[in-house]
C-alpha cells in the first residue's frame, strides 16, 4: 500500500509529491496511536476480537480501492487509507502477540525474530510484486499511460483484496477464544508459575476473582495448574 498509493497520486492524480506523502499522514498517525493501546485492548477483549475486527477493517479497505481503482481521488485514499491503518493497529501487534501466547518463555525471542524477519521480508516481497503489477500495466502501448498506471494499481489491489480474503478466513480458523482451559494449559506450560501468572494477570482476573480483586490467591492458583 505505501508504494500503490503514493505513484498513484502522483502518476493518476498528479498531485506533488509532498501531496502524495500527506495524503497518508493521517493514517500513519492512527497507525501509530494504537500502538500504545494494542496491548490494553488485547487484555479487555481477548485476542479474537480486535483480529478479527482489524483483518475486517482492512479486507474492506482493500475493498473500496479495488472498486474505486480507476477513479480514486485524493480524498478516497485519504479515507480509504485511515481505515486500512486502523485495521491495521487493531490486527497486526495483537496477532504478534497470540501468536507468542502459544509459547513458552525460553521460545518467545525465537519467534520474535522469526516474526520481524518474516515482515521484513514480506514487505520486500510485496513491494516487488504490486511494482511489477503496476509496470506489466504500464507497458501497454495501446493505453495512455496514466490509465495504465491507474489499471495496474486497481491489479495490485485486487490482489491485495484476494489476500486478505485468505487472511480473514486463516485468523478466523486460527484465533481461538480464550477459555480456562486454555488458560490452564498456558500456566502449565511455562514453567515459572509465578511470572506466567504476572503476564496473564488480566485473563486470570476475569477467571478465577470477583470484579475488584486485585490478587490471585496461591490456594486458586493452585486449583487452577493441578499444583497440591
Not at 82 to 89: E, V
Not at 124 to 151: C, E, R, W
Not at 166 to 186: M, S, T
Not at 204 to 228: D, F, I
Request: proline share 4%.
Amino acid at each position: 500500500m505505501s508504494f500503490l498509493l503514493p505513484n498513484y497520486d502522483q502518476l493518476v492524480n498528479h498531485s506533488s509529491t509532498t501531496l502524495a506523502a500527506l495524503m497518508l499522514l493521517p493514517g500513519a498517525i492512527i497507525g501509530a496511536g494504537f500502538a500504545p493501546f494494542s496491548g490494553l485492548i488485547l487484555d479487555k477483549l481477548g485476542a479474537r476480537k480486535p483480529i478479527l475486527l482489524g483483518a475486517g477493517l482492512i479486507l474492506l479497505a482493500h475493498f473500496f480501492f479495488t472498486l474505486f481503482g480507476l477513479k480514486l481521488s485524493n480524498v478516497l485514499i485519504l479515507v480509504f487509507y485511515m481505515i486500512f491503518m486502523t485495521g491495521m493497529g487493531l490486527a497486526f501487534g495483537n496477532i504478534m502477540t497470540n501468536g507468542q501466547k502459544q509459547l513458552s518463555l525460553e521460545e518467545q525471542p525465537d519467534a520474535n525474530a522469526i516474526f520481524n524477519t518474516l515482515q521484513q521480508f514480506a514487505g520486500a516481497v510485496g513491494t516487488t510484486l504490486a511494482s511489477l503489477i503496476v509496470a506489466m500495466s504500464q507497458a501497454n502501448q495501446k493505453m495512455d499511460f496514466t490509465q495504465a498506471t491507474a489499471k495496474g494499481s486497481r491489479n495490485g489491489f485486487m490482489v491485495l483484496f484476494a489476500l486478505g480474503i485468505f487472511q480473514l478466513l486463516l485468523l478466523f480458523w486460527v484465533v481461538g477464544k480464550e477459555n480456562e482451559n486454555e488458560l490452564i494449559y498456558l500456566i502449565k506450560r511455562g514453567g515459572q508459575r509465578k511470572r506466567i501468572c504476572c503476564l496473564y494477570y488480566p485473563f486470570l482476573t476475569r477467571v478465577t476473582m470477583p470484579s475488584g480483586s486485585s490478587q490471585v490467591k496461591s490456594l486458586e492458583l493452585n486449583h487452577l495448574t493441578g499444583a497440591p
